[in-house]
């Protein structure tokens, strides 16, 4: 089974940077798209960024500007660059990949476990 294992997480002052990784147990070039989803504590997750394996990017405006994702494919890695952090952007990361397993579309969708990113004021 496609495992996703995240790392790089921690505790930040605001204004600092963190990158998170996740690294895949295997080609990451078959998802049809890798993203970081985030949680707050009483929040619903959203979408923080997504590529798709052709190198598009996407970015919630909130984030716009200040993370950047990137891809090692020797590595099958995504790195999620996170500079300028805010205290807003406290929350549990989550690395996702998905892709289509059906003529219909139907979509498979694979999670890390989670790293907590907390930034202070």
């Known amino acids: 089974q496609v495992q996703l294992v995240e790392s790089g997480g921690g505790l930040v002052q605001a204004g600092g940077s963190l990158r998170l990784s996740c690294a895949a147990s295997g080609n990451i070039f078959r998802f049809d798209t890798m993203g970081w989803f985030r949680q707050a504590p009483g929040k619903q997750r959203e979408l923080v960024a997504s590529i798709t394996s052709g190198g598009s990017t996407n970015y919630a405006d909130s984030v716009k500007g200040r993370f950047a994702l990137s891809r090692d494919a020797a590595k099958n890695t995504m790195y999620l660059q996170m500079n300028s952090l805010k205290p807003e952007d406290t929350a549990v990361y989550y690395c996702?990949?998905?892709?289509?397993?059906?003529?219909?579309?139907?979509?498979?969708?694979?999670w890390g476990q989670g790293t907590q990113v907390t930034v202070s004021s």
């Open positions: 996702n990949g998905e892709r289509v397993v059906s003529v219909e579309g139907a979509r498979a969708r694979y």
